[in-house]
């Protein structure tokens, strides 16, 4: 009988994975220092299902090609942006619903914490989406004592496996009830766009990607290359679950889902 090795790594890694989801879905549910905020972050999804279920959302993601993208078209609409996204010129007129943290970058100083008051100053109705773990930081106390909008999340492990902020956005819409997701700015280009020193990202790039080792790089191909698989995994599962969801991103990478042309679902 002929193995199919290329079946059975991706195989071997799906198992892996889920393991890992599944222990540390655990110790977020369980741990005693993050259930608490966990509780708080799932009270307020429940309390929104019912207006979301009825609307549209779109996920505005960091990629070069929504510079290029009209996204004042998108005033009025049930927005989630992520991570370096405030930086958009449309970003105080869009007023967005959501905006997601989960990368260490965050608490580690690599990024300054302060741009939570940047982003709340810009959209003092804006709703963030942070790791529960992070509820108990010193650093974060100043935003729950200003009673700041927060969902509290399980992070990286409790968003859609081994995506990261785009697979907590994707998590945290289907929690919320919308039926009808699109996204932008997704390219799954970022790291080969780094490694030829292009553009990652539509602001540039991020400081710590002109530092790679050469164990970094071998990361980064293998994390590349687990987001598409998993990806496919999230289009067929949101099929299976009767969700549409359409890729309005000028190029990339991501065809396992429906792909319509910003312009023409948003016109002028």
Request: aromatic share 12%.
């Amino acid at each position: 009988m002929k193995i199919d090795i290329w079946k059975w790594l991706v195989t071997k890694d799906d198992f892996l994975l889920s393991l890992i989801e599944v222990v540390g879905s655990a110790r977020g549910l369980y741990g005693l220092r993050s259930r608490r905020w966990r509780k708080i972050g799932d009270d307020i999804i429940a309390s929104r299902r019912g207006e979301a279920a009825g609307n549209e959302v779109m996920i505005v993601l960091n990629g070069p090609s929504i510079k290029k993208q009209p996204l004042e078209r998108l005033q009025g609409m049930d927005l989630v942006f992520v991570n370096q996204g405030f930086r958009h010129p449309a970003y105080k007129m869009l007023k967005p619903k959501y905006h997601v943290f989960i990368d260490s970058k965050m608490i580690h100083g690599v990024w300054d914490i302060r741009w939570l008051d940047e982003i709340h100053d810009a959209v003092p109705g804006i709703t963030f989406v942070l790791p529960a773990e992070w509820a108990r930081l010193s650093l974060l106390q100043p935003y729950i004592e200003k009673n700041y909008s927060i969902i509290w999340t399980g992070g990286c492990i409790g968003g859609m496996r081994g995506l990261g902020v785009s697979g907590e956005c994707f998590n945290l819409v289907h929690r919320l009830g919308y039926k009808k997701i699109y996204f932008t700015g997704f390219e799954a280009t970022s790291f080969a766009a780094s490694l030829l020193k292009e553009n990652s990202h539509f602001y540039g790039n991020d400081t710590d990607e002109a530092s790679m080792t050469a164990s970094d790089i071998m990361k980064g191909y293998y994390m590349n290359a687990r987001q598409i698989r998993e990806l496919i995994l999230v289009a067929e599962n949101f099929m299976k679950n009767h969700v549409e969801v359409y890729n309005l991103t000028d190029g990339g990478l991501l065809n396992m889902f429906t792909r319509k042309k910003f312009v023409d679902v948003f016109p002028e």
